[in-house]
């Protein structure tokens, strides 16, 4: 399994639920080999724009993705799976493909980190306000 690869696995869902679709390896993340994957849907409807992607029959990798409909690749549906719960590759997306993703949700991370910092900073204070207050 890589980067790229569209696998099968048990996903966890919004309601609690865990339910066996396909995703989409992202990252092999440090030290344990646990994966990074993002979810895959059939429900275009779940859509975000500017951030997840269609994949369908019109696009080139399309038929080596294994998909079976038009989907949604949904970069805010995120999972770190251990190798053991992925059941098996069913297909890839392209490395063009791959890329791209990616580098929307690194954007979309380091675009937002740095709003949250800030937030971070201004309350840094009042926390420490607050500690000395209760420690007295």
């Not at 869902?13 to 396909?22: E, I, L, S, T």
């Not at 724009?49 to 409909?69: Q, V, W």
């Amino acid at each position: 399994m890589k980067q790229g690869d569209v696998i099968l696995t048990p996903v966890p869902q919004a309601d609690g639920k865990v339910k066996n679709r396909p995703a989409i390896i992202l990252r092999e993340m440090p030290s344990y080999g646990d994966m990074l994957v993002c979810g895959v849907s059939t429900q275009l409807h779940h859509y975000v724009k500017d951030f997840d992607e269609f994949i369908s029959p019109e696009h080139d990798d399309f038929e080596s993705s294994g998909l079976l409909a038009k989907s949604l690749i949904r970069l805010g549906f995120l999972a770190v799976l251990p190798r053991s719960r992925i059941m098996g590759t069913i297909g890839s997306i392209s490395s063009e493909r791959q890329k791209r993703l990616l580098k929307t949700l690194s954007d979309y991370l380091i675009r937002n980190s740095t709003n949250s910092a800030d937030s971070a900073k201004e309350t840094q204070p009042e926390r420490e306000a607050e500690s000395s207050r209760r420690k007295q």
